[in-house]
């Protein structure tokens, strides 16, 4: 069904706020007329009352296909920077049964779904072929690069992808439709069944999480592209570059009055103690993620090719807190396997982080806070990897 309802929207041009009429739901099999709004933009377009000038409203829209079964959810993150999915959504396949569920983030990768379930491809194929030719191409992962449209040259069935790089024109990729489906389509049901979403049943699908996942399946070693192996490295230094930078402000944010894991002050009090440990711990935990997600070669590259110099350019005693912490926890997971305890890696990471805020071991009351903490730091930085910067 479709619906609309009122919000408060800020006017880019004169920054009044005034009450607009928005489409939250769109439903296009009973109204196909909303699909060329979505794809025009006239849907999200607003006329400010008070300047009189017109602004694209950037609102989140589930839009739902009956006939071609599928629901894209556009998201945009809340007040506190986060995605906040509306109760129930968790249940949606069971709602719409044997629907793609997807979720997007820009109203450019709405398009790009709808144009892909129109012209009759599934958005795995198409994100798997953008994957390779982006690796043999050199395109940037998190650069617009996106499915258009399909057309004949030649009499071969072509597909037409637009890529527009940063501030540069736009330049068309065309790629023979025969030739991708026999490279490509042999894939599609292993990734479709391997992906995973923080947001599941909505799926993420695109280049870095599809490629994320032939990583973990451990499809590319036996695929003769040996561009993409070199480039989930790339993708994954650059990110790395910026991770001492991130898990430092994770370590702020984390230490400020909102937070959520309601820490006892004890923890939190000696801030510049806090900021140093955690960001240590977070830097391990990120890893430590990552590390279901690549080869320990990979780890192993960028930990001491990158990670650790980046950590004592930032603090001189950063990669011995570093190697200690590790230590620590990967003491403990063996430890805890020997005698059959039960202990997961976030307890571990957590406890090290009591040890050393408290400078003493922690009692049985204040380990409590251990497994927050752990899974707090890994959650974050495993959604860290795949977002786009
Ligand atoms: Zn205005």
């Known amino acids: ?15 009044s706020i005034s009450e607009y009429n928005i489409w939250i739901s769109a439903n296009v ?10 794809l025009s933009g006239s849907l999200f377009w607003k006329d400010c009352p008070k300047c009189t000038e017109g602004f694209s409203a950037s609102h989140d829209l589930l839009y739902h296909d009956m006939e071609k079964q599928f629901c894209v959810w556009l998201k945009y993150p809340n007040a506190a920077g986060e995605i906040e999915m509306e109760p129930g959504a968790d249940r949606a396949d069971r709602v719409f049964k044997s629907h793609w569920l997807r ?8 398009t790009e779904k709808i144009k892909i379930a129109q012209d009759g491809y599934d958005d795995i194929f198409i994100e798997a072929l953008k994957v390779f030719h982006s690796a043999k191409f050199d395109i940037d992962f998190e650069s617009a690069f996106y499915y258009d449209r399909t057309e004949n040259r030649m009499s071969r069935k072509t597909i037409v992808f637009v890529h527009r790089p940063d501030g540069a024109a736009p330049i068309e990729h065309t790629m023979d439709l025969r030739e991708a489906r026999s490279a490509i389509e042999p894939f599609v049901p292993k990734i479709g069944a ?12 695109t280049r870095p999480t599809v490629l ?33 930078t991130m898990a430092n402000s994770v370590a702020v944010d984390l230490n400020s009055a909102e937070n959520k894991l309601q820490l006892p002050y004890a923890l939190t009090d000696d801030v510049e103690n806090w900021h140093f440990l955690v960001t240590v711990a977070g830097v391990f935990s990120a890893l430590h993620a990552l590390s279901q997600r690549v080869s320990e070669e990979t780890i192993d590259g960028i930990t001491s090719g990158k990670v650790l110099l980046k950590l004592d350019q930032w603090n001189p005693k950063g990669s011995r807190a570093f190697s200690d912490c590790r230590q620590f926890v990967e003491g403990a997971l063996e430890c805890a396997s020997n005698e ?7 307890d571990a990471i957590g ?38 910067n």
């Not at 099999?29 to 979505?38: A, G, H, N």
């Not at 391997?194 to 699908?205: L, T």
């Not at 059959?340 to 976030?346: I, K």
Request: aromatic fraction near 12%.
């Open 340 to 346: 059959q305890v039960d202990l997961t890696s976030a």
């Open 1 to 15: 069904m479709s619906k609309v309802t009122q919000a408060q929207i800020r006017c880019p041009h004169c920054h």
């Open 212 to 244: 994320m996942t032939f990583e973990e399946c451990g499809l590319l070693s036996g695929m003769t592209a040996p561009e993409t192996v070199q480039n989930i490295s790339d993708y994954v230094l650059e990110k790395a570059e910026t991770l001492v």
């Open 103 to 110: 979720i997007v983030f820009s109203r450019d990768e709405l």
């Open 29 to 38: 099999t009973v109204s196909p007329y909303l699909r060329d709004e979505v």
């Open 194 to 205: 391997a992906i995973k979403s923080d947001w599941s049943p909505w799926m993420w699908v």
């Open 351 to 388: 406890m090290w982080l009591l040890c050393k805020l408290y400078r003493r071991f922690p009692t049985p009351e204040e380990t409590v806070d251990a497994r927050p903490l752990g899974e707090f730091l890994l959650e974050t930085f495993d959604e860290w990897w795949v977002e786009a």
